[in-house]
């Protein structure tokens, strides 16, 4: 099964070519002060980090995951280029599976918030370079749900409130002869909806369904479900992610605006920078 552990400190370069590194605390942005105005005049440019990374278990796959880091990172274990992400609002991970088995245990990560081909181009707010959210060290067993789909959880839930059903695309990596996924779902209260069970190499879980399923119906009735997938061997849990989602059906209509399960739904917009 997997283990997350949350990275809460590095080491950090204004100016890495000056050798001057100083320790802070994850998350963190260099604009922390001089961009507090929301002028023009806050440092932009290549800043650099240096992460340590936790003792790895044996016959593990191992990723570092990064919920933002803006706008470009590039990551680096002993001078290779492990990968690089555009965009500051966006989970991405990276593999430190081989870096880590070849003794490395700290990866250096350069972010640029230099004006670039990224959006938002310009705004009235401050771009903050850094890794302003969350990093994660991950371990998984060699075969699990594909952590490098794009930075999802590789599980994806497609509900159809009209009949209850519910198609399920989980991705594995990995999978052996005989692997099987299992799909509970569990209404808000943890009781068990409906299951199913598929060939961990299919990627899509069919079949599930709910009876009378109870629609999500915004902040007026919330109702969610979790699917949980789960890839077996041999009747042991090798891995398994939580997928939470609602039943419910939208449209628009050029006179009644935004239509929720059926009824006009008001929206009110919040734009939180």
Same mark, same amino acid.
């Given at each position: 099964?997997?283990?997350?552990?949350?990275?809460?400190?590095?080491?950090?370069?204004?100016? *890495?070519?000056?050798? @001057?590194?100083?320790?802070?605390?994850?998350?963190?942005?260099?604009?922390?002060?001089?961009?507090?105005?929301?002028?023009? /005049?806050?440092?932009?440019?290549?800043?650099?980090?240096?992460?340590?990374?936790?003792?790895?278990?044996?016959?593990?796959?191992?990723?570092?995951?990064?919920?933002?880091?803006?706008?470009? !990172?590039?990551?680096?274990?002993?001078?290779?280029? $492990?990968?690089? &992400?555009?965009?500051?609002?966006?989970?991405?991970?990276?593999?430190?599976? /081989? !870096?880590?088995?070849?003794?490395?245990?700290?990866?250096?990560?350069?972010? /640029?918030?230099?004006?670039?081909?990224?959006? *938002?181009?310009?705004?009235?707010?401050?771009?903050?370079?850094?890794?302003?959210?969350?990093?994660?060290?991950?371990?998984?067993?060699?075969? &699990?749900?594909?952590?490098?789909?794009?930075?999802?959880?590789?599980?994806?839930?497609?509900?159809?409130?009209?009949?209850?059903?519910?198609?399920?695309?989980?991705?594995?990596?990995? !999978?052996?002869?005989?692997?099987?996924?299992?799909?509970? $779902?569990?209404?808000? @209260?943890?009781?068990? =909806? =409906?299951?199913?069970?598929?060939?961990?190499?299919?990627?899509?879980?069919?079949?599930?369904?709910?009876? @009378?399923?109870? $629609?999500?119906?915004?902040? !007026? &009735?919330?109702? #969610?479900?979790?699917?949980?997938?789960?890839?077996?061997?041999?009747?042991?849990?090798?891995?398994?992610?939580?997928?939470?989602?609602?039943?419910?059906?939208?449209?628009?209509? *050029?006179?009644?605006?935004?239509?929720?399960?059926?009824?006009?739904?008001? #929206?009110?917009?919040?734009?939180?920078?």
């Amino acid at each position: 099964m997997r283990t997350l552990t949350t990275i809460t400190s590095a080491l950090f370069a204004k100016h *890495p070519e000056s050798g @001057n590194w100083e320790s802070v605390a994850l998350p963190h942005t260099w604009n922390n002060l001089d961009g507090q105005d929301g002028g023009a /005049d806050y440092y932009r440019g290549t800043c650099a980090y240096r992460i340590a990374l936790p003792e790895p278990k044996a016959g593990t796959r191992r990723y570092l995951q990064f919920e933002g880091a803006n706008h470009v !990172a590039t990551v680096y274990a002993d001078g290779k280029e $492990l990968g690089s &992400h555009k965009g500051g609002f966006s989970t991405f991970r990276v593999d430190v599976t /081989d !870096a880590m088995n070849a003794g490395c245990r700290e990866v250096r990560v350069e972010v /640029d918030n230099v004006a670039a081909d990224i959006y *938002p181009q310009q705004a009235d707010f401050t771009f903050f370079g850094g890794l302003y959210r969350n990093v994660t060290f991950i371990e998984v067993n060699e075969t &699990h749900f594909d952590l490098m789909k794009s930075g999802t959880s590789g599980v994806f839930v497609t509900p159809n409130a009209g009949d209850g059903s519910v198609r399920v695309d989980a991705f594995t990596v990995n !999978a052996q002869a005989g692997d099987a996924v299992e799909c509970v $779902l569990l209404d808000k @209260n943890g009781a068990e =909806a =409906a299951r199913c069970t598929a060939d961990a190499a299919e990627h899509t879980v069919r079949g599930t369904r709910v009876e @009378n399923p109870e $629609l999500w119906d915004g902040t !007026a &009735h919330p109702a #969610l479900y979790i699917a949980r997938l789960t890839i077996v061997r041999g009747g042991e849990a090798v891995d398994s992610v939580d997928a939470e989602f609602g039943f419910r059906s939208f449209s628009v209509d *050029p006179d009644k605006g935004f239509i929720l399960n059926g009824r006009s739904y008001t #929206l009110h917009g919040v734009s939180r920078h």
